[in-house]
């Protein structure tokens, strides 16, 4: 059975750092491409960005170009999402994705598979 578990969301302060993480299991982990998108209180989810199955190449969203950072290991089913210099506007709710094609999860924005999320809320 799939399983994506992300982990890492909070209450966080206004210009805090905060990484996200999102352990996967009952699928080949490490031939995957994965991705993070988020969904803000009244938006439509929004993609974040992609990361190729080996990690080597990185896609992000043109509103996450500059403070977040996607990453993996793939010796732990590991995806991160590191977020630095946190606004207001990055509260919402995070969600792992994983599809054996990045095109699905970064153009299409339809990955097979997805995490049930988890809140992050950034305070002033």
């Known amino acids: 059975q799939v399983h994506l578990a992300e982990s890492g969301g909070g209450l966080v302060q206004v210009g805090s750092s905060l990484r996200l993480s999102c352990t996967a299991s009952g699928f080949p982990f490490s031939t995957y491409a994965m991705g993070w998108f988020r969904q803000a209180p009244g938006k439509e989810r929004e993609l974040v960005g992609g990361i190729i199955r080996g990690g080597g190449s990185v896609f992000y969203a043109e509103s996450a170009k500059g403070r977040f950072t996607l990453s993996r290991d793939n010796a732990k089913n590991t995806v991160y999402l590191q977020i630095s210099s946190l606004k207001a506007e990055d509260t919402a709710i995070y969600y792992c994705?994983?599809?054996?094609?990045?095109?699905?999860?970064?153009?299409?924005?339809?990955?097979?598979?997805w995490g049930q999320g988890t809140q992050v809320t950034v305070s002033s």
């Open positions: 994705a994983g599809d054996r094609s990045l095109h699905q999860i970064v153009e299409l924005q339809s990955p097979e598979y």
